[in-house]
C-alpha cells in the first residue's frame, strides 16, 4: 500500500536577511519527521547569502545587465525576453534574475551553488533535530511547448534528483526502456501548491515521499539534459 503525501507549508517564518540561518528558522516553525523532505525557495537562500544586488527603481529594465553579467550565453530574444543559459547549465528565462517578492529597488540572483546551499540547510536541520530529512532549493520556471511556469529542483541534498526505472517493469510487465523520473522537480512542484507566489511562505514540507528516494550524492546537474543528447539547442 502506498503511503500518503502530504505537503505543509511552513508558516510564520521572518523576511529574511543576508546572514539569517535558515535551518534555524525552518527547525523552529514545524516539527519534523524522518524521511521529510523540505523544500526552500531559491528567494529565501538567495537573500541570506546575500545574492540581493540594487537595481533602479524606476527603471523597469535595470536590471537586464545583471541578466547577462549572469549569463553563459544567450540563447534567444524576444524583445524585452532573454532566454539565457546560466553558469549552472540552467536554460531559463533572465538568467534567474528575479524582481518578485524583493524590496523594491533590488534583483536576486540565483545562489551561486544551490546544491551546496541544500547540504548547508539539510546539514544544519540534522544538527538541530537530530532527524535524517532531504532538501530541495526550488525556483520557478518556464516550460517549452506549455503555457505557465511551475516551480523545479536548482538543489538538492538527501534526496535523489532523478531516479532511473530503465530495466524495470511497468503494471503490464512490460519493461521500461527510457523511463528516468525527475523526482526532485515533482517534490519542488508539490511544495509550490502550499506556497505560492504571494503568500510569504519560502518553505515547505513534503512527507511520505518513497524512502528510495532519500539518498545521498546527487545533484541538480543530473537534472540538466547534456547539450549532445538535447534535440532542441
Known amino acids: ?4 503525501l502530504t505537503v505543509i507549508p511552513v508558516e510564520g517564518l521572518p523576511e529574511f536577511r543576508e546572514g539569517d540561518v535558515l535551518a534555524d528558522a525552518i527547525a523552529g ?3 519534523l519527521e524522518a524521511g521529510d523532505v523540505v523544500v526552500v525557495t531559491q528567494k529565501a537562500v538567495s537573500k541570506v547569502e546575500g545574492r540581493l544586488v540594487a537595481v533602479d527603481p524606476d527603471d523597469p529594465l ?3 545587465a545583471l541578466v547577462e553579467s549572469e549569463a553563459v550565453r544567450i540563447v534567444r530574444r524576444r524583445g524585452d525576453l532573454i532566454i539565457t543559459e546560466t553558469a549552472h547549465g540552467f536554460l531559463c528565462a533572465n538568467s534567474g534574475v528575479d524582481l518578485s517578492n524583493v ?6 540572483l540565483l545562489p551561486v551553488d544551490a546544491d551546496r546551499s541544500a547540504r548547508r540547510i539539510r546539514d544544519g536541520l540534522r ?7 532531504g532538501v530541495v532549493v526550488s525556483d520557478t520556471f518556464g516550460r517549452a511547448w506549455r503555457k505557465g511556469v511551475t516551480d523545479v529542483a536548482i538543489g538538492v541534498a538527501g534526496v535523489a534528483a532523478v531516479i532511473d526505472l530503465r530495466g524495470t517493469k511497468d ?5 521500461l526502456e527510457v523511463t528516468e523520473v525527475c523526482v526532485a522537480d515533482e517534490i519542488a512542484s508539490a511544495a509550490e501548491l502550499v506556497m505560492g507566489k504571494s503568500r510569504a511562505v ?3 514540507v513534503v512527507r511520505g515521499v518513497d524512502p528510495a528516494w532519500l539518498r545521498e550524492g546527487s545533484v541538480a546537474d543530473e537534472i540538466v539534459r547534456p547539450p549532445a543528447e538535447d534535440l532542441f539547442r
Not at 503494471?171 to 519493461?175: F, P, S, V
Open 171 to 175: 503494471a503490464l510487465g512490460r519493461e
Open 62 to 64: 535595470s536590471h537586464k
Open 1 to 4: 500500500m502506498l503511503s500518503p
Open 29 to 31: 516553525a514545524v516539527a
Open 103 to 108: 524590496e523594491a529597488g533590488f534583483a536576486a
Open 202 to 204: 519560502p518553505a515547505a
Open 127 to 133: 544538527a538541530r533535530t537530530g532527524l535524517a530529512v
